[in-house]
């Protein structure tokens, strides 16, 4: 089932792995283990087929994985395609992109999607050769209704409702009633009160709207409770029921800081493959109701790119999403990372009282970013769903414990540890927690403001679920085992300095091939998330917000936005 390597390829292989540990020992932090058992080694020829040269060469440019061509002999087929198309979006981009010499995700070949407007709708914008990007402020993911998700402490997925304007409450004559000030009485229930101080009693069931609506029991609304001096952010569902979530925890729109101080800035892109795609199916041109997954679907969407005289550079990479995070690189070794030129808003400070400051943006800047994690999505032969690989920075967050398959056939068990002596980049040396709890929350302009009892500063980040699988699952060792393999055997066969060495891939899920609002088959990392992407949605996976109809409606009318949350928000590309 899985990849056999000859004899040669092994030894190749243990020699370049060993050199791979001495050299994690002293300068990443996240150390794959050297014994691992290799059932996801990428063979040697395989490997140097993916450079443009036919060999490895050092930070070379690499050709993009066939997603029109891909196999499915193995669990290892999709986490080498992730493998192979991490190394092509962070190559040198040759002539035929229009690059300049940056990096093949920073050329014509790409369109940055922009942030929503007002209405929720986003536009296509075309990335120039030579052009400096701009990046915004990371916000947290939206769940399937375009609502902010949170994970509650018993690891359910809960959607937010922003607080209303005017909170209003259905009391038992029916009749709506503004709530004024609300507290906590007994057994956790809060008491809701007029203008006038006087006790509101509630309509017993679900309430109506405009205070809140239940939906399906995974929805729940947030807003102020009095309690003692000053107030603080709580959830109810329907039932009046508080939610609980750990220490700190916001509306969901949460910022992340490292712990240099740099604010984490993300952006979102697609390949040309993808506007054509939607741009088709928006006109009538192309019927279809999935993401394009076999040859046929790739043919409709070049003929309909060349009657509008464009032709896709690489049409075989299929439609592609990418959401990468960045950082500056003040206090990092430049070396380590990847970088672009891009520019990021600037802020100033405003204090609202004696003990909370705000950020409020007062312009732009240009400045140097450092790539600390991406999301590489994109849909392969047979499945529409797409394949979802994550990758993230070696330096950036200590793991909870995981175990794995080691040579001789035995589970060897890696305990969590933060490590005194180290240096993350998002979280604090030695830590004992609390982890993943939001210090600060921006608002729709960016402005930044404190979580109550807290400052704008870094928190500490685990990555809950290592390799994406909870340590107890029956799964538990067989998934961090390959993907311990393959990270093994790619960085061990790239040159000594190539800086894409230090990038792990840290988790890979896919279904069965059939959209993931039906029911069938997770398989991969069940519980995959980036600590830069979704350092707050842990323990989650993808198909957690990614679900539903895959491409139709708009972010106004909460429909088609499950799998891809931003095809039926897009403005189709403006053709002759």
């Known amino acids: 089932m899985f990849h056999k390597m000859t004899e040669k390829c092994s030894c190749y292989w243990l020699m370049s792995l060993a050199l791979l540990s001495l050299c994690q020992a002293a300068s990443a932090q996240t150390i794959l283990p050297s014994d691992a058992s290799p059932t996801c080694a990428v063979p040697a020829a395989t490997f140097n087929s993916w450079f443009t040269s036919g060999a490895v060469t050092l930070n070379g440019a690499v050709q993009p994985a066939d997603s029109v061509a891909f196999s499915t002999n193995s669990d290892c087929d999709f986490l080498e395609w992730g493998e192979n198309m991490f190394l092509w979006l962070t190559s040198p981009a040759p002539a035929i992109y229009g690059g300049s010499g940056g990096l093949v995700l920073n050329t014509p070949l790409f369109f940055d999607v922009s942030t929503p407007d007002s209405m929720g709708n986003r536009t296509f914008i075309p990335i120039t050769s030579g052009g400096i990007r701009h990046f915004m402020v990371r916000k947290a993911q939206v769940g399937p209704r375009g609502l902010p998700v949170r994970m509650n402490r018993e690891g359910r997925m809960i959607e937010i409702e922003p607080p209303p304007a005017r909170p209003i409450i259905l009391d038992r004559a029916g009749n709506q009633v503004e709530v004024a000030s609300t507290r906590f009485g007994f057994f956790g229930k809060p008491i809701f009160r007029d203008a006038s101080g006087k006790v509101i009693k509630p309509l017993l069931g679900p309430r109506g709207k405009p205070f809140f609506i239940n939906n399906q029991g995974n929805r729940v609304e947030m807003f102020r409770i009095i309690r003692g001096v000053g107030d603080m952010l709580t959830f109810l569902d329907a039932a009046d029921n508080p939610i609980q979530f750990g220490e700190g925890e916001t509306m969901g729109n949460d910022v992340l800081m490292d712990q240099h101080g740099s604010l984490v800035y993300f952006a979102i892109q697609v390949n040309d493959v993808y506007p054509y795609f939607l741009t088709g199916v928006a006109g009538g041109t192309i019927q279809a109701t999935q993401f394009p997954s076999s040859q046929q679907d790739m043919n409709n969407i070049t003929s309909f790119a060349q009657a509008h005289a464009v032709t896709l550079s690489d049409p075989d990479t299929m439609t592609m999403e990418i959401k990468s995070a960045w950082v500056e690189t003040n206090g990092l070794d430049v070396s380590k990372y990847i970088t672009m030129a891009a520019t990021i808003p600037t802020y100033h400070t405003n204090s609202t009282t004696s003990n909370s400051t705000t950020w409020t943006t007062n312009g732009m800047k240009q400045t140097e970013l450092a790539l600390v994690g991406i999301h590489v999505v994109g849909t ?48 604090s040396s030695g830590s004992s927690g609390p982890y993943n709890n939001a210090n600060m929350t921006a608002a729709a302009n960016d402005t930044i403001s404190p979580v109550q009892g807290f400052t704008i500063s870094p928190s500490d980040t685990l990555r809950i679920t290592a390799w994406g699988v909870p340590i107890n699952n029956n799964t538990g ?38 959209p993931p609002s039906i029911p069938n088959g997770l398989y991969g990392s069940s519980e995959m998330a980036n600590t830069t992407l979704e350092t707050y949605q842990q323990p989650s996976n993808c198909f957690d917000c990614h679900n539903g109809t895959p491409m139709l409606g708009t972010m106004s009318t909460g429909q088609g936005i499950g799998l891809s949350h931003i095809f039926g928000t897009l403005s189709p590309l403006s053709l002759p």
């Not at 794995?404 to 002596?421: A, C, I, K, L, M």
């Not at 000594?496 to 060495?501: C, K």
């Open 380 to 427: 392969v032969l047979g499945h529409p769903e797409m394949v979802w690989a994550t990758f993230e920075h070696m330096d950036n967050s200590p793991q909870a414990a995981y175990s794995y398959f080691n040579t001789s056939g035995s589970t060897t068990t890696v305990p969590q540890d933060t490590g005194s002596s180290f240096t993350w980049l998002f979280c």
């Open 477 to 514: 060792t067989f998934v961090p085992t390959e993907l311990i393999s393959i990270n093994n055997s790619v960085r061990g066969m790239l040159m000594p300095g190539d800086v894409r060495a230090n990038y792990i891939l840290t988790g890979v899920t896919w279904t069965g091939g059939v």
